[in-house]
């Protein structure tokens, strides 16, 4: 029962480098999301994909993009590595999407276990 | 737009001993309300929800958290705690209508000590 697959589990890069970070999850969930973590912020959303084929931007969505690839995988890329990037990610899943529409309903969401990620 | 302040960003405490971890909202609409854990090297996991009905919830492994709507408070309680509670806990919000993804607080670091 792997629930969310998040990889690799740390990275360093160089400014102006970039990457992708893979996330999967077999859960059969229609949302995924994108949520970065700061010292004293909290988690912030990056990006987000409701269903399958779609995504749309969260709170902090520069120097990102994103790719549902199909049910299962969401990844998350950098084009161009800057030192504000340095964080941990966390990927996460939903059954339902960002938004709720029936009361009562099953709202949790699902956490990969981060990717710490340095920019130099 | 929505809001959640937790007001202290560490809490320390004697295992045994009673802890509240605090977490205040703004929200222009009506709300869900959440309390997440993060283990250290792990991945937050939901400890419990509000979303309507009894303004006191329980969650796992003891915790509980009440909805005070006129304070616009979601505090969360534990009566003793133990060692393995020591952690990171996060206050989150959603609106409880239309498009709705969570707001997370700052997050609260919990530890216990002997």
Redesign the interface.
């Known amino acids: 029962n792997a629930g969310v697959t998040q990889t690799p589990k740390f990275q360093v890069l160089k400014t102006g480098q970039s990457m992708t970070l893979q996330c999967a999850q077999d859960m059969n969930h229609n949302s995924m999301y994108w949520y970065r973590q700061d010292p004293g912020m909290g988690l912030r959303l990056i990006y987000y994909s409701a269903s399958e084929g779609t995504t749309d931007k969260g709170e902090v969505p520069n120097g990102y993009n994103v790719s549902r690839l199909n049910k299962r995988e969401f990844s998350l890329r950098l084009e161009s590595a800057a030192p504000s990037q340095t964080s941990v990610y966390f990927c996460a899943s939903s059954e339902t999407g960002p938004w709720f529409a029936r009361r009562g309903e099953n709202e949790k969401l699902f956490f990969g276990s981060g990717t710490q990620l340095s920019v130099l | 737009a929505q809001s959640?302040t937790?007001l202290d960003?560490q809490v320390p405490v004697f295992e045994e001993a009673p802890v509240e971890l605090r977490c205040n909202y703004s929200s222009s609409v009506s709300v869900?309300l959440?309390w997440?854990v993060q283990y250290p090297?792990?991945?937050?996991?939901?400890l419990l929800?509000y979303?309507?009905g009894s303004t006191l919830v329980k969650g796992i492994n003891g915790f509980e958290a009440e909805f005070n709507k006129s304070q616009t408070s979601f505090h969360l309680r534990k009566p003793s705690v133990h060692i393995s509670d020591t952690a990171e806990y996060?206050c989150a919000v959603?609106g409880?209508a239309?498009?709705?993804?969570?707001t997370?607080?700052?997050?609260t670091r919990l530890q216990v000590q002997p």
Do not use: E, I, M, T
């Open positions: 959640v937790q960003s869900y959440f997440y090297n792990q991945g937050l996991q939901l929800k979303l309507s996060f959603s409880a239309g498009r709705r993804a969570l997370f607080g700052s997050g």
